[in-house]
């Protein structure tokens, strides 16, 4: 009689989301092999069996998390309102945050700098983000927001829901209905904002920064503003438009 098998996929799932609890309770340092199997109900060796070592146990967990997104992505059904589903894409990141917010930090920040990820998982994780380029170029191709460069765009739009998705998950949005409302604010901002304006914008409705004083001291030079470094660099004088 053949071997019961203990080390299934059950098993790899529990080690993968125990690991992640672990790393967002108590930090980067707390995620041992033996802590994890104390959590899990397992021996060490289990962990070693599945996944070799600690680094191949990160990489697991990395990949686990852009799976679960993908697969989210994967389940919005296709509309025939290109901004409806740039939008639904929105909503899905923060529901995946929300259902997985134990490997949050592993997929989106760098709590192990030193963690060599294989080419296929980056490729996996990229491939996520694809997904938003494609339904950001959909609703160029339709009109439903200005010209612009579709990786651009996405890249902004990322770094929106990423932002949002980490206030949320510590809790600095409130209650889930009140963060809710922020999302829906955010998202229906960005929208309008990427869509094709009536007319185009005056120089008054750009920041202070950008200012050239006048009214003000007589035609005074802009203030500093920050640099890509951080550094201040001067801000170039706003051309007047006749």
Not at 15 to 43: K, M, Q, V, Y
Not at 175 to 188: Q, T
Request: hydrophobic share 40%; net charge neutral; with cysteine.
């Amino acid at each position: 009689m053949p071997r019961p098998r203990t080390h299934d996929q059950a098993l790899r799932l529990r080690l993968l989301d125990e690991g992640g609890r672990l790393l967002a309770a108590e930090g980067p340092a707390a995620l041992t092999t033996r802590r994890l199997a104390e959590r899990a109900g397992t021996s060490s060796s289990a962990v070693y069996s599945l996944f070799g070592d600690k680094a191949g146990l990160l990489r697991a967990m990395f990949a686990e998390g852009f799976h679960r997104l993908a697969r989210r992505f994967a389940e919005l059904p296709r509309s025939d309102d290109p901004a409806s589903d740039l939008m639904a894409l929105g909503y899905a990141f923060r529901a995946h945050a929300l259902a997985n917010p134990h490997l949050y930090d592993l997929m989106f920040r760098s709590p192990f700098p030193g963690l060599d990820l294989p080419v296929e998982d980056c490729e996996d994780a990229l491939a996520t983000f694809q997904v938003l380029v494609s339904a950001v170029r959909r609703c160029l191709e339709a009109g439903a927001i200005a010209p612009a460069d579709p990786e651009e765009v996405a890249k902004v739009l990322f770094g929106l829901v990423d932002g949002l998705a980490g206030l949320e998950l510590r809790g600095w949005l409130g209650e889930p209905e009140v963060a809710g409302k922020c999302w829906e604010l955010a998202l229906g901002v960005a929208l309008r904002g990427l869509q094709r304006p009536e007319e185009e914008p005056s120089l008054s409705w750009r920041p202070p920064s950008y200012r050239s004083g006048e009214g003000r001291g007589g035609g005074r030079e802009p203030g500093p503003v920050a640099g890509s470094q951080g550094r201040a660099v001067p801000a170039r004088r706003a051309t007047s438009r006749r």
